[in-house]
């Protein structure tokens, strides 16, 4: 409410604190959900496999066991030289991605 004569005023915020989240899962479960509120770049996407994937795969596939696939889209930060070159030097196999098939990804139904 508001007196008659008197101005509206709507405060906003103009930059909102962001909290972005990473997230797995496989038949087995559910894996470990990784938050941050930087802007995602290949650096703290290595982050993210080391702290989120890896303790996951872990988990539910043992110490030493490869006989699993990641995937993941065709994303810049999931495709540079750093994240492959982690995901070859930790024993991370990927699926092949199609190009612009955001329907494909099962992790989006997570999200919804």
Avoid at 16 to 40: A, D
Avoid at 41 to 55: A, F, H, I, R, T
């Amino acid at each position: 409410w508001k007196k008659r004569g008197e101005n509206y005023y709507v405060s906003t915020i103009k930059h909102p604190i962001k909290i972005h989240g990473w997230g797995c899962f496989s038949n087995k479960g559910f894996g470990k959900l990784f938050l941050f509120t930087r802007t995602l770049n290949s650096k703290l996407m290595c982050k993210v496999y080391k702290y989120g994937l890896l303790p996951s795969t872990k988990k539910w596939f043992g110490d030493n066991n490869t006989n699993w696939s990641l995937l993941e889209d065709n994303d810049p930060k999931h495709t540079s030289k750093m994240c492959k070159t982690f995901k070859i030097g930790n024993s991370v196999q990927s699926l092949p991605w199609s190009s612009q098939s955001p329907d494909c990804n099962p992790i989006e139904n997570v999200w919804a």
